[in-house]
Nanobody
Framework: VQLQASGGGLAQAGGSLRLSCAAS????????MGWFRQAPGKEREFVSA????????YYADSVKGRFTISRDNAKNTVHLQMNSLKPEDTAVYFC?????????????????????WGQGTQVTVSS
């Protein structure tokens, strides 16, 4: 699966950005999709995920209530709407895909669960 993330940029604290990730190479509806982020000097961390078929959603506690993940199977795209941005949201954001049969919150939050990764898009939030 090839993944192309876009939509990053600079925002002020309290502002919004919308990330998109376009997938190709496999039937998109069969993929679980996730977003992770990595800030300078920190490990990659889970942000959000959406399960295939039933669209079950998962969020990190740090973004719950502020970020919304969605998918458009007709356009082979997953989105991450980020509202009420904070400076600590500054990071490179990566989309990821997997077709693993079991995809609960445990699997969704684990980077090793994902088979394919996009190139990342920079999000910078100024205070």
């Amino acid at each position: 699966v090839q993944l192309q993330a876009s939509g990053g940029g600079l925002a002020q604290a309290g502002g919004s950005l919308r990330l998109s990730c376009a997938a190709s190479g496999r039937t998109f509806s069969t993929l679980h999709m996730g977003w992770f982020r990595q800030a300078p000097g920190k490990e990659r961390e889970f942000v959000s995920a959406i399960r295939r078929f039933d669209g079950n959603l998962y969020y990190a506690d740090s973004v719950k209530g502020r970020f919304t993940i969605s998918r458009d199977n007709a356009k082979n795209t997953v989105h991450l709407q980020m509202n009420s941005l904070k400076p600590e949201d500054t990071a490179v954001y990566f989309c990821a895909a997997t077709s693993t049969p079991l995809f609960t919150r445990v699997q969704a939050m684990g980077a090793p669960s994902y088979d394919d990764w996009g190139q990342g898009t920079q999000v910078t939030v100024s205070s």
